[in-house]
C-alpha cells in the first residue's frame, strides 16, 4: 500500500458530503472551466483527482471533452471510476499518458502541491507542459506562507515560468469560491 493509498480515507474515498463542501466544489469547478477557455475541447486531464470531486462535474458541464484522471492512489481511482461514468480513463501518473505529446486541451491540479516537495512538483509541472498543446491551460491551486513551509506567491509564479509557463491571471481562493480556507493562490497560466 502506498502513502498515496493511506491518505485516501483521509482524502476523499469516504469523506461526507454537506453543503458547504458542495458549494465550494461547484464554484472551484465553474471557475476551472471559465479560465480553461477551451474552445476546440478535446482531452481535458485533473492532475490528483482523487474520486473525482471537480473531473465529475467539469466532465457533465463539458460533454464534448475527454476528460482524463490522473491520481497515485488505486483506492481513489477505483472508486472515481465507480461513480463517475463520465470519465474517458484513470491512471497513476501522468508519465502513463505522456506518449500523447502535445494533444491536452487543458489540465488542472487542485488540493495537490501543498503535500509535495519542489522537485515532484516541478516534475508534475513537466509531465503537464509534455501532454499540453500549445495554447494550453494549466489550472493550479497553491497554499501559500502558513505555518509549514510553503512558497510566496512570487515563488509560485517563478517556478511556473521556469518550467515553460506563461501566466495568463491569478486570484485568491475567496474571490473564486466566496469562501476563506486560508492563503491560496489559483493560478492560470498556458503553454507556449
Known amino acids: 500500500m502506498t502513502y498515496w493509498d493511506t491518505q485516501a480515507n483521509r482524502w476523499g474515498v469516504f469523506s461526507v458530503s454537506d453543503d458547504d463542501y458542495d458549494e465550494h466544489t461547484a464554484k472551484q469547478a465553474e471557475f476551472i472551466i471559465e479560465q480553461l477557455g477551451v474552445e476546440d475541447i478535446g482531452l481535458l486531464i485533473d492532475v490528483g483527482c482523487g474520486i473525482g470531486r471537480l473531473a465529475g462535474p467539469i466532465a457533465d458541464?463539458?460533454?464534448?471533452?475527454?476528460?482524463?484522471?490522473?491520481?497515485?492512489?488505486?483506492e481513489m481511482r477505483v472508486e472515481l471510476l465507480k461513480v463517475e461514468s463520465r470519465i474517458a480513463g484513470c491512471v497513476a501518473s501522468l508519465g502513463a499518458v505522456s506518449h500523447r505529446k502535445s494533444v491536452a486541451a487543458g489540465s488542472w491540479c487542485v488540493l495537490v502541491f501543498q503535500h509535495l516537495l519542489e522537485e515532484p512538483i516541478r516534475q508534475i509541472l513537466r509531465d503537464v507542459y509534455a501532454v499540453l498543446r500549445p495554447g494550453g491551460r494549466f489550472v493550479t491551486q497553491w497554499m501559500l506562507d502558513v505555518d509549514q513551509a510553503a512558497p510566496a506567491e512570487s515563488d509560485v509564479l517563478l517556478l511556473l515560468e521556469e518550467e515553460g509557463f506563461q501566466t495568463l491571471h491569478r486570484e485568491d481562493?475567496?474571490?473564486?469560491?466566496?469562501?476563506?480556507?486560508?492563503?491560496?493562490?489559483?493560478?492560470?497560466?498556458?503553454?507556449?
Open 61 to 74: 458541464a463539458l460533454p464534448d471533452a475527454m476528460v482524463y484522471g490522473v491520481d497515485p492512489s488505486i
Open 173 to 192: 481562493d475567496t474571490d473564486v469560491t466566496g469562501l476563506s480556507f486560508g492563503n491560496w493562490l489559483w493560478v492560470t497560466s498556458e503553454k507556449q
